[in-house]
């Protein structure tokens, strides 16, 4: 049975909060390659964007997608949002169960607000979110072996329906 469970979508997606509670469900680890990154560079995700650009933060958040893969036993990854971007990420992504916690952009926008410790987000939340959604969504088609549409749901129904789309993924060799 295959231990690990990747999330991934656009901030404001419920990565975090619908794998912390995935993770206690199913009795596993949980990683939130946000947490890490900020755990191994003492600077927020906003701080490492301001001090050393939005590249240093892509590298960070290779090595900690790699890093969360690897953990010992079973694990549910928080990926961070912009880790489809890279080539390298989507081919680490492929073998394991990938869930796209997907959102309309109007949804994002209302969860997010004005972005605030989010360095992506400028004057026009909406606008921007629209435009990452745009270059996002066919990365996110592109690894996602289950897709959960969780516009209209709370935390504990997008994790039922993950659970229960992902049962047989988790079950193949």
């Not at 995935?22 to 009795?27: D, I, P, Q, S, Y």
């Not at 003492?42 to 650009?53: H, I, K």
Request: glycine share 10%; proline share 5%; hydrophobic share 50%.
């Amino acid at each position: 049975m295959a231990d690990r469970l990747v999330l991934v979508g656009m901030m404001g997606s419920g990565k975090t909060t619908v794998g912390r509670q995935l993770a206690v469900r199913l009795g596993w680890t949980f990683c939130d390659s946000d947490a890490m990154v900020e755990s191994s560079t003492g600077s927020t995700v906003a701080e490492l964007f301001a001090m050393r650009g939005e590249d240093a933060f892509r590298a960070e958040e290779s090595r900690v997608l790699a890093e969360a893969l690897a953990t010992d036993g079973p694990v549910v990854v928080s990926a961070a949002g912009g880790v489809v971007l890279s080539p390298d990420n989507r081919a680490l992504l492929a073998g394991h169960p990938v869930v796209w916690l997907r959102a309309d952009p109007a949804t994002l926008a209302a969860r997010v607000g004005a972005g605030e410790g989010r360095p992506l987000i400028d004057a026009d939340p909406a606008g921007t979110l629209v435009g990452l959604d745009a270059v996002r969504r066919p990365l996110y088609e592109e690894v996602a072996d289950v897709v959960v549409d969780v516009d209209a749901l709370d935390p504990a129904m997008v994790v039922d329906r993950v659970l229960a789309a992902t049962a047989l993924v988790r079950s193949m060799p």
